[in-house]
Structure formats: C-alpha cells, structure tokens
C-alpha cells in the first residue's frame, strides 16, 4: 500500500524506527540478525514491526534549515532511503528543533530570513562541534561559502540541488559523523617535544642507540658517516652532532650533492677563481672555506662525482685544498658528516665511489632506522606532528585522530619514512573538516595497505570448493522462498531480498580477495552501505571471507 | 496574444512563446516528474509573495531587503532555470548590495515579464 506521494504507507501497528528481529535461513546453521531495514527499498512491503529498538540500529537524523519548502521535498525524497529528515523554515525553528532532538547531519540554508547562515553556523558549533554542516547556497562563489569552508564547514552544496550528488554527500557526512563519535585515541594538544628543547622524537631501542652514538662521538673531531633510507632523519642526526661537539658555537653548513651538477659542486665546496669557467665574474668563496673551525655536512655524498670526491679526500687527510681554477693551496679546518642511502660498497666495486675516501668516511657509522622499524615511534612522531600541524595551519577545533587511524598509521611501512609520517599527517590536519580526524581523510596508499594487510591476516587464496559452496549456498532461493509460501509468511519479500543480498556480497567480496574498495565499485554502492551491511550480516574478514556462522552448501 | 502589464513593463507575456522542456529539471530530481510537479507546486504557491516583497523593498529603495528576496527568488526558481530570469536575479543581487538603486530598478524593469512567464510555465508542471 503506497500514499498519494509515493511512500509505503505506515500501518497502524508499525513503529516508525528501525529493529531488529531474528530469522531462521535455509543455508545457514544457526539464527542471524537483520535489520528492519527501510532503506533496502521503498516499495518493500509487509514490515514486520518489533518491539525490540536499539539505539545503534536508528536512521541517521538530518535537519534541513531553508525557508524554501521545496528545498524540503526534494531532501526529503532524496534522502528518505538513508535517513529521517526534519524540515525549518528558518534559523529559530532550526535551533529549537537542534535543542530537541539529536541529529547526525545538518543542511543549512546559507541566507535564512531571520539570520544570517554563518552566524547560524556558529551557533550550531557551539552546540555540537562534531556535528557536519553543509550549507547550501545559489552563489556557489560567494564569500560567505567560503569562510563556511573557512570556519570548518563539512562541505557545500550549489543550488539548484540534484538528488543524487545530495544524497552521497549526506551519506558522507552521516559516515563522518558515526567515525567521529568515536573517542579521540591522540590529543591534537599534546605539547610537541622541541617545547622541552628535543630535537629527536624516540624511545625505540634503535634510536636509543642512534642516540648513544651521537654522544659517543660528538665530541671527537673524527669525520662521520650516516646512513639510512631518504626521510629517515640523517640530517637531524648531522645537526645534533654538531649541537653537542665542541664547535657548536662555530658554522654549520649543509650542502646537497645530489643537487647540483658536477662542476657546481666543486665550485659550492671548494670556491673558484675569477674567470676560473664561463660565468665566473669573480672570485668566490666555498664552503670548506666559510666553515673554517665549523662542520659541513655533505648529504647524498653519493652522488658525488670522482673528482670531487678526490678533492673531498684530499681535505680529509691532509685539511688542503685548491679554490677551481686556483693555484694557491689553502688550509681548512672542518669537521665533516656526510650522509647517504645508498649502497657505497657496492658502488666501491662498481668502480663508482673512491674506496679510500669511503674508509675515511667510514670510521664512525651512525645508522638511522627505518620507520617500519621503529614501529614504537610512530605514535611519539604523530603526536608531535599533529600539535604541530594544528599550530602552524590553525585549526583550532581539531580535537585529535581516531583509534583507527592511529592503527593504520602504526602498521603501516612507511617507505619514505618520517617525512612522509609528516606529511601525511600535515595533510590529514588539512585536509579534515571534523574535529577528529577519520580512516577515510587518509591518503589512498595508506588506505590499501591497511585492506590489504587485513586480508594477509588470513588466507586470500581461497580454494575454490569455498567459492563452489558459496555458489550452492546461493542456490537455495527457491527452497527458501517455497518453504516461506508453505509457512503463511507476511515477509517473503523482504527475506528473499536479505538471502538475495547476502550471496552476492559474499560472492563479490570473495571476488575482490576482500578488498571492500572494490567490492563497493563492482556492487554499485558506496563503501559506507557495503561496511554497514557487512557489519549487519557479520561478514567476517580475517580468515578469507565467510560469514561469522559457517554456511551450509 | 494576452497582454498582461505593470507600470513600467517592457515586455507583454505571451502565450504562444516556446515552453520549456525542463528536461534538466527533471534529470536533477533522478527522473521523477512525481517530485518534481509537488516542488512546482510549492514554488508557484510562494513565489508571488516573494517577487511582490521584491517589488515593494525596490519602490521603497530597500536594498539589503530587496537582495534578500532576489536571493530567495533566485534560488525557488533555479530547481527548474538556471538561465535567463534566473541570471536577472542575480545582476540584481549583486546591484542590491551595491546599493545601485538605478540598475535594480533597470534590472527589474526588464526581467520581471521573464520571471512570471517563467512561474507561469512551472505551474503547468503541476498538471503532468
């Protein structure tokens, strides 16, 4: 039975809220759980109500705020498949109704009769910081859409308004918003450890070790070497060398070898002569000159050409050199730190790096670890940089990261190591327009990672008798749908579309190796509906994909 | 043709002219003509109260009161137009706020036909 305006009429025994109720199905050995579920369809019929009601099992509730009451049928429409929408014509009736009852999402009209939308904004945040906010607007330029965005608008719409483009961008926020209400796992305000004067954030044994070696051997006029992967820190590690020698009141400098070509090097290092080469117009003065009593440290040294790396040698051993182009022999007394990623043994035998300038540099190694190795740390460095990020790119009103980032971020390899960890985290603190920052602001790689290492967790080759038995578990539809006629079911529909949509989810999601990504695509639905039905059907992940109760073929 | 004028119209409404399809309307609301003639419905029941609030805040040279219906008329109007009229309103918008009471009056001069010969073919939506 449908109303005059196209929805299933209520029956008078029907309770307007979601439940759960249990049924037996044929493929399965034990009772599951569905939901009572309005969103499947708008022409399911025969509803069973129940008296069970769960508060983690409602639809999400929208609050739309515009004196336009068209605006009002057409987000009713759009979204009644997801939620439960209440309607104001204007910012009083909004606020009374955010006093009243809670709500997951907000559209906000943003010119209301009564006030202007971004001071109704305001107020709203003061009620509930977490809650999303679009705004809706037919000046999509316009200033006013912009500081929304500005102040932390979860997004805005451009009237006209489409139905569809509304009802995924509510859906968002509505998946935004249950990821939110989460706990904060890390503060966003935490103090950051250089408040205390740290230069290194670390209390991994690896980097307790780094960090004994700087002491063993800062003090000593010895040349050092670095070594670990790009992002790792090395020149940090360079800077606290020389911070705790007994130069740290002279020069520090840094050169990059790998950034200037060969013949620019040597001139960076070692200065030239006037008219030393075309462009030279004078004489200039090089690095192991101005950094006299000081420390050079020379990073990427391993793409320093072999005549310059004859010339470096020449400085470590003997403290002379010769300016490019230049006869005179100078002194330098420079302490050097070099730093590399690459493998300068095998490049020795390659013929490509000087052997006896790598046994010179080679006397002291400090070796930096690699992030994955240091998993311990992840946690000390994301706070850091995430109060640091809040700071410097003022958010006021980011509260911290959920527990689920924090996981993704810990296990994740980290192949460009601490300076990628910043950035990603910068770019979350950024990038984010709830106070807590959420698994989906993640960058896409970090995203697979985690789905993919769920997967590894168990076994992803699944053989194929269990992708058959999933096959004859499907097979039961007309068993299950006779049996229903035989025993006066008022349900039929409603469990044969749950059958139905059980099956394909686990045959697809089977077929993606799990990868809910995909699955998503494949099925034509967003990532959020396939997590919440595989949430609902107690789709189990780890060990291949099954359902929590074996099936029966 | 049916003359139907106002102080100062330009134009006459004139029933013989091309209707709209509204076919982009339509594909906004994902195809359901059903949506689509309730809204219809809505916006001709408020839109004459609006357009006449508009006329009497721009009479009695009311600029922030006169972009504020302009804005609230832009935006009924714009679920079914994106074109015409509806880029008018938002001249008259931005003339509001400059409080550049000659180019409202200028604006409104010229769109007003527009805007009711609009309203006019939204409400034969209401029929469909």
Request: proline fraction near 4%.
């Given at each position: 039975?449908?109303?005059?305006?196209?929805?299933?009429?209520?029956?008078?025994?029907?309770?307007?809220?979601?439940?759960?109720k249990?049924?037996?199905m044929?493929?399965?050995?034990?009772?599951?759980?569905?939901?009572d579920?309005?969103k499947?369809?708008?022409?399911?019929?025969?509803?069973q109500?129940?008296?069970d009601?769960?508060?983690?099992?409602?639809?999400?509730n929208?609050?739309?705020?515009?004196?336009d009451?068209?605006?009002?049928?057409?987000?009713?429409?759009?979204?009644a498949?997801?939620?439960?929408?209440?309607?104001?014509?204007?910012?009083?009736?909004?606020?009374?109704?955010?006093?009243?009852?809670?709500?997951d999402?907000?559209?906000?009209?943003?010119?209301l009769?009564?006030?202007?939308g971004?001071?109704?904004?305001?107020?709203?945040?003061?009620?509930?910081?977490?809650?999303?906010?679009?705004?809706?607007?037919?000046e999509a330029n316009?200033?006013?859409?912009?500081?929304?965005?500005?102040l932390?608008?979860?997004?805005?719409?451009?009237k006209?308004?489409?139905?569809?483009?509304?009802r995924?961008?509510?859906?968002?926020?509505?998946?935004?918003?249950e990821?939110s209400?989460?706990?904060?796992?890390?503060?966003?305000?935490?103090?950051?450890?250089?408040?205390?004067?740290?230069?290194?954030?670390?209390?991994?044994k690896?980097?307790?070790?780094?960090?004994?070696?700087?002491?063993?051997?800062?003090?000593?006029d010895v040349?050092?070497?670095?070594?670990?992967?790009?992002?790792?820190?090395?020149e940090?590690?360079a800077?606290?060398?020389?911070?705790?020698?007994?130069?740290?009141?002279r020069?520090?400098?840094?050169?990059?070898c790998a950034a200037l070509?060969?013949?620019?090097?040597?001139s960076e290092?070692?200065?030239?002569?006037?008219?030393?080469?075309?462009g030279?117009?004078?004489?200039?003065?090089?690095?192991f000159e101005?950094?006299?009593?000081?420390?050079?440290f020379?990073d990427?040294?391993?793409?320093?050409a072999?005549s310059?790396?004859?010339?470096?040698?020449?400085?470590?051993?003997?403290?002379?050199?010769?300016?490019?182009?230049?006869n005179?022999?100078?002194?330098?007394?420079?302490?050097?730190?070099a730093?590399?990623?690459?493998?300068?043994?095998?490049?020795?035998?390659?013929?490509e790096?000087?052997?006896d300038?790598?046994?010179?540099?080679?006397g002291?190694t400090?070796e930096?670890?690699?992030?994955?190795?240091?998993?311990?740390?992840?946690?000390?460095?994301?706070r850091?940089?995430?109060?640091?990020?809040?700071?410097?790119?003022?958010?006021?009103?980011?509260?911290g990261?959920?527990?689920?980032?924090?996981?993704?971020?810990?296990?994740y390899?980290?192949?460009?190591?601490?300076?990628?960890?910043?950035?990603?985290?910068?770019r979350?603190?950024?990038?984010?327009?709830m106070?807590?920052?959420?698994?989906?602001?993640?960058?896409?790689?970090?995203?697979?990672?985690?789905?993919s290492?769920?997967?590894?967790?168990?076994?992803?080759?699944?053989?194929?008798?269990?992708?058959?038995n999933?096959?004859?578990?499907?097979?039961g539809l007309?068993?299950?749908?006779?049996?229903?006629?035989?025993?006066?079911?008022?349900?039929?529909?409603?469990?044969?579309?749950?059958y139905?949509?059980?099956?394909?989810?686990?045959?697809?999601?089977?077929?993606t190796?799990?990868?809910?990504?995909?699955?998503a695509?494949m099925?034509g639905?967003t990532?959020g509906?396939?997590?919440?039905?595989?949430?609902?059907?107690?789709?189990?992940?780890?060990s291949?994909?099954?359902?929590r109760?074996?099936?029966e073929? | 043709?049916?003359?139907?004028?106002?102080?100062?119209?330009?134009?006459?409404l004139?029933?013989?002219?091309?209707?709209?399809?509204?076919?982009?309307?339509?594909?906004?609301?994902?195809?359901?003509?059903?949506?689509?003639?309730?809204?219809?419905?809505?916006?001709?029941?408020?839109?004459?109260?609006?357009?006449?609030?508009?006329?009497?805040?721009?009479?009695?040279?009311e600029m922030?009161?006169?972009?504020?219906?302009a804005?609230?008329?832009?935006?009924?109007?714009?679920t079914?137009?994106?074109?015409?009229?509806v880029i008018?309103?938002?001249?008259?918008?931005?003339?509001?706020?400059?409080?550049?009471?000659?180019?409202?009056?200028?604006i409104?001069?010229?769109?007003?036909?527009?805007i009711?010969s609009?309203?006019?073919?939204?409400?034969?939506?209401?029929?469909?």
């Amino acid at each position: 039975m449908f109303s005059a305006n196209g929805f299933p009429a209520r029956r008078s025994d029907q309770k307007p809220s979601m439940s759960l109720k249990k049924i037996h199905m044929p493929a399965l050995e034990e009772t599951v759980s569905i939901h009572d579920n309005r969103k499947v369809s708008k022409y399911s019929i025969g509803v069973q109500p129940s008296e069970d009601r769960s508060e983690s099992t409602r639809m999400p509730n929208v609050l739309v705020i515009d004196d336009d009451r068209s605006i009002h049928l057409l987000a009713q429409k759009a979204l009644a498949p997801i939620a439960e929408v209440t309607v104001s014509l204007s910012a009083d009736e909004g606020l009374k109704a955010l006093a009243e009852k809670s709500f997951d999402v907000v559209l906000l009209d943003i010119v209301l009769p009564d006030r202007n939308g971004l001071a109704m904004y305001c107020e709203i945040r003061e009620m509930d910081r977490r809650l999303p906010v679009i705004f809706m607007t037919v000046e999509a330029n316009s200033q006013t859409a912009i500081e929304a965005m500005q102040l932390g608008a979860f997004d805005y719409l451009a009237k006209p308004l489409s139905v569809d483009p509304l009802r995924d961008l509510v859906e968002k926020a509505i998946e935004q918003r249950e990821m939110s209400s989460v706990p904060v796992a890390m503060s966003a305000d935490e103090e950051a450890s250089t408040a205390t004067g740290e230069l290194f954030i670390g209390r991994s044994k690896t980097m307790l070790n780094v960090f004994k070696a700087i002491g063993r051997v800062s003090q000593q006029d010895v040349p050092v070497l670095i070594r670990g992967e790009s992002g790792t820190g090395k020149e940090l590690v360079a800077r606290a060398l020389f911070q705790h020698s007994h130069r740290s009141d002279r020069q520090f400098l840094a050169v990059n070898c790998a950034a200037l070509p060969d013949n620019l090097l040597e001139s960076e290092l070692f200065g030239h002569e006037k008219g030393a080469f075309t462009g030279a117009e004078s004489r200039r003065i090089g690095k192991f000159e101005q950094c006299n009593g000081g420390t050079l440290f020379l990073d990427e040294i391993g793409d320093m050409a072999p005549s310059v790396q004859a010339k470096v040698l020449r400085v470590l051993q003997e403290q002379r050199f010769e300016r490019v182009g230049g006869n005179n022999e100078l002194r330098t007394d420079v302490r050097i730190v070099a730093a590399t990623n690459r493998p300068l043994e095998q490049m020795v035998a390659d013929g490509e790096f000087r052997e006896d300038l790598l046994y010179r540099l080679n006397g002291v190694t400090i070796e930096l670890p690699p992030l994955r190795d240091r998993q311990g740390d992840v946690v000390l460095l994301m706070r850091h940089f995430l109060s640091k990020a809040k700071r410097e790119l003022k958010k006021p009103y980011l509260e911290g990261v959920s527990p689920e980032v924090v996981e993704m971020l810990t296990a994740y390899h980290w192949p460009g190591n601490v300076r990628q960890l910043r950035a990603v985290i910068r770019r979350c603190v950024l990038d984010s327009v709830m106070p807590v920052i959420v698994p989906d602001i993640l960058p896409r790689e970090i995203r697979k990672f985690a789905e993919s290492r769920t997967i590894k967790q168990g076994n992803i080759n699944e053989p194929a008798e269990e992708v058959d038995n999933v096959r004859q578990a499907g097979a039961g539809l007309p068993e299950l749908v006779e049996r229903l006629i035989t025993e006066r079911s008022t349900n039929v529909y409603a469990d044969a579309v749950e059958y139905m949509e059980r099956y394909v989810l686990l045959r697809i999601l089977k077929e993606t190796g799990g990868n809910q990504s995909q699955a998503a695509e494949m099925l034509g639905i967003t990532r959020g509906k396939l997590r919440d039905r595989i949430a609902t059907y107690k789709i189990v992940l780890e060990s291949g994909v099954s359902f929590r109760d074996p099936i029966e073929p | 043709m049916i003359q139907r004028s106002y102080p100062g119209a330009e134009k006459s409404l004139d029933i013989n002219a091309p209707k709209r399809q509204f076919s982009d309307a339509l594909g906004r609301v994902a195809g359901d003509s059903e949506l689509l003639a309730a809204m219809a419905m809505f916006v001709v029941e408020d839109s004459q109260e609006v357009i006449d609030e508009l006329q009497t805040h721009l009479q009695c040279h009311e600029m922030t009161q006169a972009a504020a219906s302009a804005h609230k008329l832009k935006g009924m109007l714009s679920t079914f137009e994106t074109a015409g009229p509806v880029i008018d309103l938002h001249e008259l918008i931005v003339a509001a706020k400059e409080n550049n009471t000659e180019e409202c009056a200028r604006i409104w001069k010229r769109c007003r036909i527009e805007i009711e010969s609009l309203v006019v073919e939204i409400s034969s939506l209401r029929q469909t």
